[in-house]
């Protein structure tokens, strides 16, 4: 990842990077940031956690899961509040993530959208990107009871924007944390998603 792609990440304290998943109940934001972790582990970080963070987890219903990435070990275990980072799978979450105290100042956004980043309406020194993982996911048959997988597809996306880890570590905590033909078929979309992911910077231009 070149320097030119990494700056878009901005906001977040070196020491410490601080994610939060927002989706509904059956979307797999649990999981998916589990998979941060272990990707992240993978990429070289040695202070990697992951927990589900508050809501009922019944299907629909409004879900959250944390991840922090460290160089050091990480010893802080409370929910993860304001984030640095907002991986949104639900587009119709987007306010409720951003809003109050759940999003640092210049913190970053990614959201599961077919919507440009100015298009979503988001104000501020944000940087912004948007992804159509739903869309990226038909496009590869990824789906669960007929409904699109987002939230493997949106790893690709956090690999594009921020340069932590590599689409090689994804790809490997994927095959840690499901079967090898389910992470091959899931990394398709990964690597689909890592190209077309549209980011405005803080200064809001491309």
Known sequence: MGESDMAFFMGIPMAMHEILWHGRGGQGVVLAAQILAEAAYI???????????????RRGAPLTASTRISEEPVRTFSQVAPADLALILDI?????????????????????TPLTPERIGLNGDLCVATVDAAGIAREHHLSMGGVPVVNTTLLGAFARVTGLVSLESIEEGLKRKMPRSKAAFNFQA??????????RGTDGKD
């Open 43 to 57: 990429e070289g970080f040695r202070g990697v956690t992951s927990a589900p963070t508050f809501g009922p987890e």
């Open 92 to 112: 119709s979450l987007l306010a409720a993530a951003t809003g109050g105290e759940m999003l640092r100042e210049k913190g970053t956004v990614i959201v599961n």
């Open 190 to 199: 990964v690597r689909t998603a890592f190209e077309r992911t549209d980011i």
